[in-house]
């Protein structure tokens, strides 16, 4: 099945769950879940955010490890999304490891944050994701996740 929209916010919160001041992704621009499957998301980087208090006063840079927290937020909206579209249990997606990091620029604030990430495989409950971060259409991050499914405690 493939499938291209954009999701709000409100549809986030239902994707995911983390909530201010943790939850990283502010909007899917687009999804498919052909083959691969592969998402869009985007995040405004604001003033206003509370890591900029101590990061670092008077030279406002989002933290490294923030920005792949955001990737793997992304990855989970895609997993949720497939999952969705298969009518499966609802699940959790943790972060379990995270290879081949490179971080190109600092992030400040009034960038906004476009996350491209593709599923390169799946394996025992695993997603193996590529995630790049561009900003202005320039890479400024990238990595590979590895994100395990679990049953949802709260569901």
Same mark, same amino acid.
């Given at each position: ?11 986030? $919160? ?6 201010? &001041?943790? /939850? ?15 998402? !869009?998301?985007?995040? @405004?980087?604001? %003033? ?8 670092? &006063?008077?030279?406002?840079? %989002? ?17 949720? $999304? ?14 379990? !490891? ?21 599923? !390169?495989? /799946? %394996?025992?409950? %695993?997603? /193996?994701?590529?995630? @790049? ?17 679990? &049953? @949802?405690?709260?569901?």
């Amino acid at each position: 099945m493939t499938q291209q929209t954009k999701v709000d916010i409100e549809a986030i $919160l239902e994707l995911l769950p983390h909530r201010y &001041p943790f /939850l990283l992704v502010d909007r899917v621009l687009d999804y498919d879940l052909g083959k691969p499957p592969r998402i !869009k998301a985007l995040k @405004n980087v604001t %003033m206003n955010e509370p890591f900029f208090q101590g990061h670092f &006063p008077g030279h406002p840079v %989002m933290p490294g490890v923030l920005i792949l927290e955001a990737m793997a937020q992304a990855a989970g909206c895609l997993a949720h $999304l497939e999952r969705q579209a298969e009518g499966a249990a609802d699940q959790l997606y943790y972060l379990v !490891k995270i290879d081949k990091a490179r971080f190109t620029r600092i992030v400040t604030p009034g960038d906004q944050l476009i996350f491209e990430v593709e599923q !390169k495989r /799946l %394996m025992r409950g %695993m997603g /193996l994701y590529q995630a @790049n971060v561009l900003v202005d259409g320039s890479s400024v991050a990238s990595a590979e996740l590895l994100c395990a499914a679990r &049953p @949802n405690p709260a569901a």
